[in-house]
């Protein structure tokens, strides 16, 4: 039976798919390939916030591979572990064991020290030729995780073996924390070929705009539908909603979310409506309480914030930005809110750990004072939070901001 276009549409966004990052799906691929056919080793960094897509991307490389490399579904070996799961080493030894199929291996063996343990599994695979083993990914997710075992001995003696060669593997560590080599020992450290590649939400709202179009007008669906789509898409209300989106939080899968429940919902073709509907009803559902438990001060620098957005049209802020905001409100309506600038920072750290606030960039080396942040709550949001606050705050929350 032959799907309607809102159905195509439907399965297309659910589809296994990734937007943007084909490069990156073609280093890891080209890594994978060279160590199936070239029998090399290598090991990599897969870097990014959480929800970009670094584990669906790993995972579509992977059928990929098997799909077009006949050595590799014949004789690829892929190993996941977990840093949530996996939380010291022995648990890891036990799960590659299992996946790898060698729990009888492992049983009929006393093992000495975990390299040689490891050393030992991984010989088991090799085939009549000693200088011939099957090819093995090592995939890790939550990677930084794993920097807290005992001396780090799991990722030492991984990227030991692909540095040495001595087995034909891949290590892939998936991390959201983008300054996690930092966390490696040195010893570790000079093991790894520091290789990063790093996943980021669409850059640019044209560029976000253009996902959300390609998303909801498939080549699959009727051209009636395609045109219908690409006039919607010229509205002004629309363009609108899909900026504040954008602002509050990037990522296609968000972005999927939102653009799915008018498809879900809707009998009738889809209409901008349906989709700021979704969108508002989807921001009202999701207002953090968390805001409820902020001190004052903590409340100012959201209102600080919410300013900023306005002046500089959504753009990331640090905290020199907002503290100078902050200072012209408390020098000319609220000199009784003055507080000394370590104070201040840590209202800035609260809202991070709150995660109200998110770095753009963990791994850059700027000074805290100027890192940019994100605000993942909408302006809206902070301005229902002001219930308890002083009346000067209210009003310098809605008025225009100062000169």
Not at 58 to 66: E, P, Y
Not at 81 to 107: C, M
């Amino acid at each position: 039976m032959k799907l309607n276009s809102k159905d195509v549409v439907l399965e297309h966004m659910n589809g296994r798919n990734i937007y943007g990052y084909e490069q990156q799906f073609d280093t890891i691929l080209d890594l994978i390939t060279k160590t199936v056919k070239g029998g090399g080793s290598n090991s990599v960094l897969l870097l990014g916030p959480r929800g970009v897509g670094k584990t669906l991307l790993v995972d579509l490389v992977l059928q990929k591979s098997r799909d077009e490399n006949k050595i590799f579904r014949k004789d690829g070996l892929t190993v996941k572990l977990h840093g949530l799961l996996e939380t010291d080493d022995k648990l890891a030894l036990k799960q590659i064991a299992k996946q790898l199929k060698l729990e009888n291996v492992e049983g009929d063996r006393v093992f000495g020290s975990f390299a040689e343990h490891l050393e030992f599994l991984l010989s088991s695979l090799k085939s009549g030729d000693p200088n011939n083993s099957k090819p093995i990914v090592f995939v890790l997710e939550e990677f930084h995780l794993f920097c807290s075992h005992h001396n780090q001995t799991l990722l030492y003696n991984l990227f030991d073996m692909a540095q040495t060669r001595a087995t034909p593997m891949v290590v892939i560590g998936i991390s959201p924390e983008l300054d996690v080599l930092e966390s490696l020992e040195k010893r570790v450290r000079s093991r790894f070929n520091h290789r990063q590649i790093e996943m980021f939400p669409p850059k640019t709202f044209d560029e976000y705009f253009n996902i959300a179009k390609e998303l909801l007008s498939p080549g699959k669906a009727d051209k009636s539908w395609i045109n219908h789509i690409n006039q919607m898409f010229k509205e002004k209300n629309l363009k609108q909603s899909l900026t504040k989106m954008y602002h509050i939080n990037c990522s296609v899968a968000y972005l999927k979310q939102i653009l799915s429940l008018p498809l879900i919902s809707s009998v009738e073709e889809v209409t901008s409506q349906d989709i700021i509907k979704a969108f508002e009803e989807q921001s009202e559902s999701g207002e953090p309480p968390i805001l409820a438990g902020l001190t004052l001060i903590e409340i100012c620098l959201l209102v600080a914030i919410k300013h900023i957005q306005i002046i500089y049209d959504g753009q990331p802020f640090n905290f020199e930005m907002v503290f100078h905001e902050f200072d012209k409100f408390v020098s000319t309506k609220g000199k009784m809110y003055k507080q000394e600038r370590p104070v201040v920072m840590k209202a800035w750290e609260t809202l991070i750990e709150l995660e109200i606030i998110t770095p753009v960039d963990k791994g850059t080396k700027i000074q805290k004072e100027y890192k940019l942040h994100n605000l993942q709550v909408f302006p809206e949001t902070i301005l229902k939070a002001l219930d308890e606050v002083p009346q000067n705050v209210k009003e310098w929350a809605t008025s225009s901001t100062f000169a």
